[in-house]
């Protein structure tokens, strides 16, 4: 993330998103989640992150977080649709938030979790 901070590259932000895989979030209702990204014939990660939500799980395609994170404006988001109208746009807004990017009301906070202090 001090990396991106530096130097807010999409080269930089896929290097925290690879590090975040695996790692548990919760969406605006509290629910749990993760992520994976898998590896494509070449050898190398595709932009394709694979949300693990109970028994099902559902792809998330690079191009929707680029469009979410570039719809980042202020500290405070109240709601995931304030990142766009973009699809599993529940699940960036539960990744932005444990990255540090946006905070989220009070209200929401409490189900989904205060993250560890953070530097901005």
Partial sequence: MKRWRADPTEENFWGVVL???????????GLPFSYEIKKGRNGEYTKELWIDCRENSKSLAWSSVLLALKNVKEDVVDRPKALGDIRGVTYIYGMFY??????VPDKVKEKMG???????
């Fill in 19 to 29: 590090a975040y895989a695996g790692v548990k979030f919760k969406t605006y209702s």
């Fill in 98 to 103: 444990r990255f540090g990017l946006i905070d």
């Fill in 114 to 120: 205060r993250p560890k202090d953070r530097k901005k």
